[in-house]
């Protein structure tokens, strides 16, 4: 898999929007970027996945850079039940094997 | 629609013991992956099955831990026999296929401690 890099934590007031960035500077042409969360005591919760065009979904939004290189998930409207860990994934061989990481603590601030 | 499902919830063993757990993926998908999951960190991947066929068991330590997928539908994790060190989440996911954009649907896991 392509590396990522996620900062370990993030802050987001309530009701703001949470961006959560992701680097995949060595991510190849045909590599999807995946994004899934994790909230405390639960499976990890599939979110969005893209590989060139943003792509927007009832649960969020994924920006990627021109170049692939990043890319950002975006909450619009982050509530307290969004606070999980969030991974950014690029799988090299599709969906069929995920390396997770450990992703970014999203801490959501009533 | 049911989620996938997973039993049991929590274990406690001691070392050496065998324990087993369940899985229940939902219905017609055909792929099924094993994780295992310590605490702070991701999963990881310990076996993928296609239908009953598994087709990545790279990470599976073939000395204490089997699993069986019996026609193609639920699946079972073993390990024999247990040691400290694996004391961990154990994770169950499904998805239609395994390619691109069929996402993968967790379980709740199996927490297990070994004493």
């Known amino acids: 898999d392509a590396k990522t890099t996620q900062p370990p934590s993030m802050d987001c007031a309530e009701g703001r929007a949470a961006n959560l960035p992701c680097n995949h500077s060595t991510i190849s042409g045909n590599e999807y970027v995946y994004w899934y969360r994790q909230i405390h005591s639960q499976g990890p919760q599939y979110i969005i996945h893209?590989?060139?065009n943003n792509e927007t979904n009832e649960m969020a939004s994924l920006i990627i850079t021109e170049d692939r290189k990043s890319s950002t998930l975006i909450l619009p409207h982050a509530t307290l039940r969004d606070t999980a860990v969030y991974y950014c994934?690029?799988?090299?061989?599709?969906?069929?094997?995920?390396?997770f990481g450990t992703g970014t603590r999203l801490t959501i601030i009533p | 629609e049911a989620g996938v499902v997973q039993s049991p919830r929590y274990k406690i063993i001691e070392k050496k013991q065998p324990v087993a757990f369940w899985c229940n993926p939902i219905s017609g998908h055909n792929t099924l992956y094993w994780y295992l999951q310590n605490l702070g960190q991701g999963p990881e991947l310990l076996i993928r099955y296609e239908n009953e066929e598994a087709v990545d068991d790279s990470q599976l330590p073939k000395d204490r831990f089997s699993a069986e997928r019996l026609k193609g539908v639920d699946s079972t994790l073993k390990i024999q026999p247990a040691e400290l060190g694996d004391s961990a989440v154990y994770l169950c996911a499904s998805s239609l296929n395994g390619g691109d954009g069929n996402e993968q649907f967790f379980g709740p896991g199996t927490r297990l401690t070994v004493l």
């Open positions: 893209g590989l060139k």
């Open positions: 994934i690029v799988p090299r061989f599709g969906n069929e094997k995920l390396t």
